[in-house]
Nanobody
Framework: QVQLVESGGGSVQPGESLRISCTAS????????MGWYRQAPGKERELVAR???????NYGDSVKGRFTISRDHARHTVYLQMNSLKPEDTAVYYC???????????WGQGTQVTVSS
């Protein structure tokens, strides 16, 4: 089962950008659909973005056009570039991996993103 470690969270002002990263280890990176989810206080966890091994992506409606997910196979890392951040983007962001063969899911420990003036 893959292990996931996120990095890059922090505090920014509205309109600014931030990039968070997630590095996978312990299994074959190409076997996994990688993604980002987020959870704000008092709300359910929601999909932010997902990316397949081949690079196909899908995004949550609230982040389309502002966020971009990408993956680096050599570094076993998935990135989330977040532009034009809004206060409502404030949440803990979790890296997610789903094994294409077994459908087993793995989660990272989460990284806090805070957007506030």
């Amino acid at each position: 089962q893959v292990q996931l470690v996120e990095s890059g969270g922090g505090s920014v002002q509205p309109g600014e950008s931030l990039r968070i990263s997630c590095t996978a280890s312990g299994d074959i990176f190409s076997l996994y659909i990688m993604g980002w989810y987020r959870q704000a206080p008092g709300k359910e966890r929601e999909l932010v973005a997902r990316i397949s091994d081949g690079g196909s992506t899908n995004y949550g409606d609230s982040v389309k056009g502002r966020f971009t997910i990408s993956r680096d196979h050599a570094r076993h890392t998935v990135y989330l570039q977040m532009n034009s951040l809004k206060p409502e983007d404030t949440a803990v962001y979790y890296c997610h991996a789903e094994n294409l063969r077994t459908r087993v899911e793995s989660w990272g420990q989460g990284t806090q993103v805070t957007v506030s003036s």
